[in-house]
């Protein structure tokens, strides 16, 4: 089955600097890989995603980049601000088989 | 107008107990499921249903047992209770199983159970 790394577990920054976050998948065959928020106590949710016909995506300050040759794929968050102090969750999926492996979970401290 | 919906949100039990978490998604999707969420934030998928059918089933011990009376509802029922099941339990739904489009996946508020 797929296996989802993801590092770091805790990433502290400072407002306004930029924060990346990196995951690992072992399947090939996986080609949807979605990233969550969670906020304290709260439920995830989907803040980006990316197939695996693109190689970048982008949405305001936050952008998704994915190497398949590598099978690796990375959040970054720009002029990171309070709020967006969350855990950050990678997954991977594939086509025709809706199940989702997610990775262990980013805690991103953003100090103002 | 809440898309998923469980109830409770909190639960405290003794080990031993049986108790039962509902699921209810109001977003006309086909396919609901199950994740826990332990104490290190790690989510692991539990089961799957697509139109009332198991589809996924990830090794959960047979003490849990999910009932879905139609496509909206998706029910965890758990027997015997012990302490390392104390966790998060989320419900999410997603439109369809697979198909040629990938589709986010909505989360319910999550269930917080302890088991003392």
Redesign the interface.
């Known amino acids: 089955g797929e296996n989802v790394e993801q590092h770091p577990s805790t990433l502290s920054v400072q407002e306004g600097d930029s924060a990346v976050i990196k995951c690992t998948y072992s399947d090939s065959a996986s080609n949807?890989f979605?990233w969550?928020k969670?906020e304290l106590g709260?439920?995830?949710?989907?803040i980006i995603?990316i197939?695996s016909n693109v190689g970048e995506k982008k949405d305001q300050r936050i952008a998704v980049t994915l190497n398949k040759t590598a099978k690796h794929f990375s959040l970054h968050i720009t002029e990171t601000q309070p709020e967006d102090s969350a855990?950050y969750?990678c997954a991977a999926?594939k086509?025709?088989?809706?199940?989702?492996?997610?990775g262990?979970?980013t805690?991103l401290n953003v100090k103002p | 107008d809440t898309a998923v919906s469980q109830t409770p949100k909190y639960l405290v039990t003794q080990m031993g107990n049986d108790k039962s978490i509902k699921c209810e998604q109001n977003l006309g999707h086909d396919t609901m499921y199950w994740y826990k969420q332990d104490s290190k934030k790690f989510l692991k998928i539990m089961f799957s249903y697509n139109n009332k059918e198991l589809i996924i089933n990830e090794t959960v011990p047979n003490r849990f047992s999910p009932k879905s009376p139609d496509k909206a509802h998706l029910n965890l029922h758990i027997n015997s209770l012990e302490l390392g099941d104390s966790a998060v339990y989320f419900c999410a739904s997603s439109p369809q199983s697979g198909g040629p489009s990938f589709h986010e996946q909505f989360f319910g508020p999550g269930t917080r159970l302890t088991v003392l």
């Not at chain 1, 086509?95 to 997610?102: C, P, Q």
């Open positions: 949807y979605p969550y969670q709260k439920r995830p949710q989907l995603d197939r855990v969750f999926s086509y025709n088989f809706n199940k989702f492996y997610f262990s979970g805690k």
